[in-house]
């Protein structure tokens, strides 16, 4: 990170790199776009003086609650956010011995220019306030087939066409990102002996239809494992066996699924996004919306695994399983870590189940609304033939 005048600014450039090896790519750049607007705000201080992160108080934190929510319009949210993020730096600027007695809880008489609770910043004065959730707007499986039909208009070579459908089927089948997928390696998908094994032995009761298969994770590393049904495992099989040779001039059974045609290397995460943006756009000038119906040109690839964790979610609900059962399921499967993200699903989710239980009693009350006028009809001809 530089100032203005061209220097480094070395303690937050050193916080920004332990966070880069911590997660993801856009994770990190939120992170960094979050300490750069706390910082812009400290180089307006005073006239354009400037404030240092080690003269930061609690009195200029107000200040900077102010400016953010009241002249900038930033969301509460997101403001809260971007906090967390200054008080992560402002402790490990203490803790690495740059600065003293910046932020910490008040005990045994010793002073700190940010008193925090001992329950932690986020009970902080200038975090205070109540955020209002609001249910965000998902595409329904009909905009996702639409986009994909647009999409493939876009791609003249079969292969690639393949490649294409291949890859919308894994992310709207099992929720993985992006990035998982371009990680997808030949060696992990069983061969096409072994998956007529195994559906013969799915088929006769004695196996699962599902096959688990080892994922590596884009965010924070490691490895989890996703549950692939065996038909997807066939479409995959499929293409490595018959399309993939064409796109690298030659078989392999080993390296990644899906490869550049130019290079041969593995695929980007970026090459997806670019078509499926361009067919969103093709879609939402095909296709009339109607009012209430999300813009089909805002859809993106993520969106795969934000529909398919709500659905997840939403079936374990309609089973009649606990809530919190379901929850914990749900990450187990979608690789989740952390409650705070899961909830947004759980609402949403919670959210389409009462809706579409709601369409369900409409539909139930005006069945029953037909079958009493129906049964009042033969009995008033019932009353006419005894007369």
Request: glycine share 6%; with cysteine.
């Amino acid at each position: 990170m530089i100032d203005r005048y061209g220097f480094v600014m070395r303690p937050q450039t050193l916080f920004l790199g332990r966070l880069q090896h911590l997660y993801s790519d856009a994770t990190y750049r939120s992170y960094a776009r979050a300490l750069l607007d706390i910082e812009r705000i400290n180089a307006c201080y005073d006239g354009g003086k400037g404030l240092p992160f080690s003269k930061v108080s609690d009195a200029h934190l107000e200040k900077q609650r102010e400016e953010f929510i009241e002249h900038r319009g930033v969301s509460l949210g997101a403001y809260k956010r971007t906090m967390m993020i200054g008080g992560r730096f402002w402790k490990f600027a203490q803790q690495e011995g740059w600065v003293e007695n910046l932020i910490g809880a008040s005990e045994n008489r010793r002073k700190f220019r940010i008193n925090i609770p001992k329950t932690g910043f986020k009970d902080h004065p200038v975090m205070q306030g109540s955020v209002i959730w609001q249910i965000p707007t998902l595409p329904t499986h009909r905009d996702f087939e639409l986009i994909e039909a647009a999409g493939m208009t876009l791609i003249r070579a079969p292969s690639l066409k393949r490649r294409f459908r291949v890859f919308c089927l894994i992310l709207k089948t099992l929720a993985l990102r992006r990035s998982e997928v371009t990680r997808l390696n030949i060696a992990s998908i069983p061969t096409r002996k072994q998956l007529e094994r195994l559906r013969r032995a799915a088929e006769a009761g004695d196996k699962a239809w599902t096959i688990a298969i080892k994922v590596q994770c884009s965010k924070r590393g490691g490895i989890r494992e996703a549950q692939f049904p065996i038909p997807l495992l066939e479409e995959i099989r499929d293409y490595i066996d018959f399309d993939r040779p064409k796109d690298i001039k030659g078989s392999s059974k080993h390296g990644a699924i899906f490869v550049s045609r130019k290079t041969g290397k593995q695929l980007c995460d970026q090459w997806i996004t670019n078509l499926f943006k361009r067919a969103a756009r093709k879609a939402a000038a095909m296709y009339s919306r109607e009012f209430g119906e999300m813009n089909l040109a805002e859809v993106r690839p993520h969106h795969y695994r934000h529909r398919g964790i709500t659905d997840l979610l939403r079936g374990y609900l309609q089973e009649g399983k606990d809530p919190t059962e379901a929850v914990l399921m749900t990450m187990q499967l979608a690789g989740i870590r952390t409650l705070d993200v899961i909830m947004g699903y759980l609402h949403l989710a919670e959210a389409e189940l009462e809706e579409q239980s709601q369409t369900h009693r409409n539909v139930a009350e005006k069945r029953a609304a037909l079958d009493i006028a129906r049964i009042k009809a033969e009995l008033g001809r019932d009353v006419r033939r005894a007369q």
